[in-house]
């Protein structure tokens, strides 16, 4: 079966500091990877999505980038973080095809300080 | 453009009343429709999805869902609320590539 991990669990970070977010997936191979953000008391806010090694679609412009660089790896990227940074990260995975079914990792809480 | 509504911020209910969660979509052809549970902390899981077929769907923990297509929406239902039903719940489409999400609904249970 697939599962999807994501580290760490919990982040709290200075203003000015690097960021690094890890989502990995197992048990499929060529999965679509997404990232996305919930500020506090807001939805889901969709940031990239790649659908291969080293493709990767930015949604919103900002200060994160995101990497792919094994097929079942997504990386969350930042040189500088910023208080609005503050959130809770999900990445999720689908098989690709119609329909677009998402699988949801279990979310890394960052703060900001 | 795509888009999902769900006009509900907040809901409360009744443990033991029932429950309905409205959602809205705008898609130019059938979509993909799907319901999503987040609790407090933690991911969002697959409660039900909706792809052809039968427009009354059952997903997990006894909830379900019925597409309308005159009406563009896919409510949320169950007959018997519990209080661990107490989360937020998200309604999304499939988009090309990505899924398109509503603000969700922030269901609260009253004992």
């Known amino acids: 079966s697939q599962t999807i991990h994501q580290w760490p669990a919990t982040l709290v970070q200075p203003v000015g500091s690097p960021l690094s977010l890890e989502c990995t997936v197992e048990g499929t191979s060529n999965p679509n990877l997404y990232w996305y953000r919930q500020a506090a008391g807001r939805g889901l806010q969709l940031l990239f999505y790649?659908?291969?090694?080293?493709?990767i679609s930015s949604e919103v412009p900002q200060n994160l980038s995101a990497s792919r660089p094994q097929d079942r790896q997504f990386i969350l990227s930042s040189k500088k973080l910023l208080l609005s940074d503050s959130g809770f990260y999900l990445c999720a995975w689908n098989p690709g095809g119609p329909g677009n079914e998402q699988f949801f990792g279990p979310g890394t809480r960052l703060t900001v300080l | 453009a795509q888009s999902v509504t769900q006009p509900d911020i907040h809901i409360t209910v009744s443990e033991g009343a029932s429950l309905e969660l409205r959602c809205n979509y705008s898609?130019?052809?059938?979509?993909?429709l799907f319901w999503y549970v987040q609790s407090p902390g933690q991911g969002l899981q697959l409660l039900l999805k909706y792809f052809s077929g039968d427009t009354l769907v059952q997903g997990i923990k006894g909830f379900e869902a019925e597409f309308k297509r005159s009406q563009s929406s896919f409510n949320l239902r169950k007959p018997s609320v519990h209080w661990s039903d107490a989360a937020e719940y998200f309604c999304a489409a499939a988009g090309f590539q990505k899924l398109v999400f509503g603000t969700g609904t922030r269901l609260l249970v009253s004992p």
């Open positions: 898609y130019g052809a059938t979509p993909y």
């Open positions: 790649s659908v291969g090694i080293g493709q």
